[in-house]
Nanobody, 124 residues
Framework: QVQLVESGGGSVQAGGSLRLSCTAS????????MGWFRQAPGKERELVAR????????LYADSVKGRFTISRDNAKNTLILQMDNLKPEDTAIYYC?????????????????WGQGTQVTVSS
């Protein structure tokens, strides 16, 4: 069973930056879909960014392109989301998620393993 532990998050003013980390344990392969999702009050959960660790490709929601960067520290088995130029509309609970192993260059819309979530609040 894959386990995910998130850290980071917090409160920041608009234009500021935050960094989220997600340490994954019990990964049996080097090829997974790893992503960050978020859910704001009254809204559906949405994909923010994802990384296919086998193919190395990334995907971002249009609303965060150019501001957020997803990456992975392979040595620490940690998924990172660097969030810059934050906006009030980025306020949400952010979840780390993993699906796989995935040996084809494709990721599903829903993932199997989820972190506990971390709050990000951006004030104007």
């Amino acid at each position: 069973q894959v386990q995910l532990v998130e850290s980071g998050g917090g409160s920041v003013q608009a234009g500021g930056s935050l960094r989220l980390s997600c340490t994954a344990s019990r990964l049996s392969s080097s090829s997974y879909c790893m992503g960050w999702f978020r859910q704001a009050p009254g809204k559906e959960r949405e994909l923010v960014a994802r990384l296919h660790t086998g193919a190395g490709d990334t995907l971002y929601a249009d609303s965060v392109k150019g501001r957020f960067t997803i990456s992975r520290d392979n040595a620490k088995n940690t998924l990172i989301l660097q969030m810059d130029n934050l906006k009030p509309e980025d306020t949400a609970i952010y979840y780390c998620a993993v699906d796989g192993p995935r040996f084809v260059r494709w990721c599903p819309t829903d993932y199997t393993y989820w972190g506990q979530g971390t709050q990000v609040t951006v004030s104007s």
